[in-house]
């Protein structure tokens, strides 16, 4: 059964430093990985996606790595603002289209 | 133009009671996916659509629950005799290529 755990649960850093976000999981064979983005009442916000063959995938201060055979992940985050402060997920897809999701990182940035 | 849309936003009910979630996609998008995010838990996956079928009804928690969809669009989620433990966020997804998925509100479903 995939699992998939995220590291740390919760960070809290000034605005302006640069961060890291980790994620495992336990069964390579996957088909793609995501980091998506949760505000407090609101839905999931898609922010990267990782084909199983790429290495990494990057959307302005966002950038995002893989490596599949050690089952790791990490989305970096470049000079912080208050407004990155969300739950941030990382979900892998196995099989039949289904993501399972990390239990998250909860992300202040303080002003 | 409109993203996936979820009613109600907010259901209250008593134990017992059965309730009904409904899940309006991105008009075209073929696959729908319900998920169910529990307070000290992460999302987990319930039950997904291909067209009207559902492929994979494995997420599904038990047989209270059960999810139909119709004209390829609207699903709806019943979870028939409600228990407190299915007190949770219940998130609906719809997706073109069955790869990246956009994420409905939420339905937060308090049992008391």
């Known amino acids: 059964k995939q699992e998939v755990t995220q590291i740390p649960a919760a960070l809290s850093v000034p605005e302006g430093e640069n961060l890291v976000l980790n994620c495992s999981f336990t069964?390579?064979?996957?088909?793609?990985l995501q980091w998506f983005r949760q505000d407090p009442g609101k839905g999931l916000t898609s922010l990267l996606l990782?084909?199983?063959?790429?290495r990494e995938q990057t959307s302005g201060r966002l950038n995002a790595s893989l490596d599949k055979s050690s089952g790791r992940s990490t989305l970096y985050i470049a000079a912080s603002q208050p407004g990155d402060s969300a739950t941030y997920l990382c979900?892998?897809?196995?099989?039949?289209?289904?993501?399972?999701f990390g239990e998250g990182t909860q992300l202040t940035v303080n002003p | 133009g409109a993203g996936v849309s979820q009613s109600p936003s907010n259901k209250v009910t008593e134990k017992g009671k059965d309730v009904e979630l409904r899940c309006d996609p991105i008009?075209?998008?073929?696959?729908l996916y319900w998920y169910r995010q529990s307070l000290g838990q992460g999302l987990e996956f319930l039950i997904y659509?291909?067209?009207?079928?559902?492929?994979?009804k494995s997420g599904l928690p038990s047989d209270r629950f059960s999810a139909e969809r119709t004209g390829g669009s609207v699903s709806t989620l019943t979870i028939q005799r409600t228990q407190q433990e299915d007190s949770a966020v219940y998130l609906c997804?719809?997706?073109?290529?069955?790869?990246?998925?956009?994420f409905g509100p939420g339905t937060r479903l308090t049992v008391l």
């Open positions: 997804a719809s997706s073109l290529d069955y790869v990246k998925q956009f």
């Open positions: 069964d390579s064979a996957i088909y793609n």
């Open positions: 979900a892998v897809e196995t099989s039949g289209s289904r993501l399972t």
């Open positions: 008009s075209g998008h073929t696959a």
């Open positions: 659509f291909q067209g009207n079928s559902a492929p994979d």
């Open positions: 990782i084909q199983s063959s790429q």
